[in-house]
């Protein structure tokens, strides 16, 4: 299901006074767990769209400034914090028959490539891994600001990334077409320039 995920592109040669890789330095990133959404979406019968989301991931970026086709992200989610808001269906999502969490905790998105697609925008192919399968997912990712933070005074970048999956090739075809096979993923995140390595769980 996910669309993993994974995670961003971050790597947009930009054009714009908001949207421009020239005003960060190169390095790496990661996520700020206060401002960061993966969330997606599917058909339940042709009568709505239900959203779900995972509350736990990170996100790690290795940031080349000058020529973001030479950048890297990998995503990290807690398969076990997915939530719908509807207490029965996260306990049969957590289950064996769906994402199994106990067994496979983690869902991963790791990139292979970013190929650049306008001066804001950049398609990111990389490898999801859900429940031991591993198949290509290329996201298209939008920067949003690059820049110091206000706040925290540290470079910043955020970006916005989306992609269409079929649940059905990582084994997570429960009730298809009924409830359907295209999964809408949908990606909101700020990241911050840190001191020390990008790489998660470092």
């Not at 807690?78 to 905790?105: C, H, M, W």
């Amino acid at each position: 299901m996910l669309k993993t995920l994974t995670l961003f592109a971050l790597l947009l040669a930009a054009g714009g006074a908001l949207a421009d890789l020239s005003k960060v330095p190169s390095g790496n990133y990661r996520l700020d767990k206060n401002h960061g959404y993966i969330t997606f979406s599917y058909a339940h019968m042709g009568f709505s769209h239900p959203f779900v989301h995972w509350r736990d991931f990170d996100v790690a970026l290795t940031l080349d400034a000058n020529d973001a086709a030479r950048s890297s992200v990998t995503v990290s989610i807690q398969s076990q914090s997915i939530e719908t808001g509807v207490e029965e269906l996260d306990k049969r999502l957590r289950g064996a028959s769906y994402f199994n969490v106990k067994k496979f905790p983690e869902i991963r998105f790791v990139s292979r490539s970013i190929r650049m697609s306008g001066t804001d925008r950049a398609q990111i192919t990389g490898d999801l891994t859900i429940k031991d399968v591993t198949r290509p997912v290329t996201l298209e990712a939008r920067l949003n600001k690059a820049g110091r933070h206000p706040l925290s005074r540290r470079p910043a970048i955020g970006i916005s990334a989306t992609a269409t999956l079929r649940r059905s090739e990582w084994g997570l075809k429960q009730y298809v077409p009924m409830v359907s096979d295209e999964v809408q993923l949908m990606i909101e995140t700020e990241l911050v320039r840190t001191r020390g390595k990008a790489a998660i769980g470092a």
